[in-house]
């Protein structure tokens, strides 16, 4: 796989997306299969040679401030970063991105107090110490977060937890929770404004480990569910002011939507290689593939469903980084592009025959990723109704909605 620099960029980005494409494309996607035998003694040598060369090529978590190790490059150049990485699987923990500890560290650059940021970000930047997001619970919150039920109660100098989360992704490993919680003393009117984040080593007695829930496509996910029973922490593991839960959750939701899609744009641009290669290449009934009409019909389906997905989340990552409203626009990818890459990922699939559904390729993994994504970070309805809430309201206020800006 192969880019050009894209003129409409700045140097600097371009040369971002030049050195990324050359680690993946010629050095980590050539050695997936020797990747994926994680408990080799080789491979795992091989997976830190592979992590020095991205740290002396200057790539290493590009998510993070430089002041903390990382590339410190904003919001849409690591957008840009994030397709090409998305070409293999196992691009990101090679450049340092691993969630959700990385979504957790940028949670503490911006939240965090000096004391928190010497206590648990350093060691997760360091790789020392793991994490978890909580905030799904089975019997409330999922798609409707102001329904949480997990309290905590200010007891003397304590937040006292009691409540029950299920689906904290790396749960199983994490050393250190950020958990979701409903604060109903902090006086504010509104839900939102009730809602505290608060951090809980996962040592704390009350804090009750219960099991990791199987997802398909993410068999290392520890997807885990947690029970919290007088669980006391001090009031100092509050992550930003009480009753900012809300808000710091909607920073971390929003801009992951955006990473999230560019994420499946990059596994789209794959899948759509391999098709594109398999139909010139396979031969059957007479011919190669790409001489039949059908398969001609799901290449070209493919490049508008990834050039229609490519335009959109630019467009909402660009709007996001001149610090406008972009609520519209990152509900509209984030329904829009996990069904493209669905559609996609299905079609070069359907090219590959058999071997599309066997493990020998990344498309599978591909499959069962695409489908999660239309449930995580908020399902496809959530995200119509409020596509359709923003539209309406603003012919409700006697506007209408422009398109161009
Ligand atoms: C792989 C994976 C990783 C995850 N990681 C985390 C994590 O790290 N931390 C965390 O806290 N959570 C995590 N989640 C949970 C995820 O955020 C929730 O699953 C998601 O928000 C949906 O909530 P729910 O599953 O409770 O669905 P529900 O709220 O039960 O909704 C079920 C269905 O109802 C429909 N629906 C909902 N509201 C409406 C409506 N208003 N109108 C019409 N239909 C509607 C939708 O079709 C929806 O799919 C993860 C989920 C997955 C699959």
Redesign the pocket.
Known sequence: MQISPIPALDDETNQIRLLTADIVANHVIPNEHFLARRKDPEAHKHWGRLMNLVKERGLWAPHLPQEYGGMGIGFLKLAYMNEILAWSPYSNPIFGIL??NSGNQKILVKYGTEEQKKKWLEPLIAGTMQS???????N??????RSIQTTAVRKGDDWVINGH???????RRADIAIV?CRTEDVSDADVNGRMTQIIVPTDTPGYNYIRDIP?W??EN?H?GEIIFDDCRVPLANALGRAGSGHQAAQDRLGAGRVYHCMNCIGQMWRAFDMMVKRSIEREVHGGPLETKQFIQGFIADSYMDIQASRLMTIRCAELMEQGRDARTDISAIKVFVPNAMHRVVDRAIQVHGALGVSAETPLEGMYRGAR???????????H??LIAKNVLKTYHNGESWDFGL
Do not use: Q
């Open positions: 969630a959700p978890c997001f909580a905030m799904t619970e089975p409330a919150a999922g798609s409707d977060p989360k299920w689906y904290s992704s790396n749960a979701m997802v496509g993410h996910g997807h999660t994504l239309r449930l995580a970070d908020g399902p496809d309805e959530v119509r109704i």
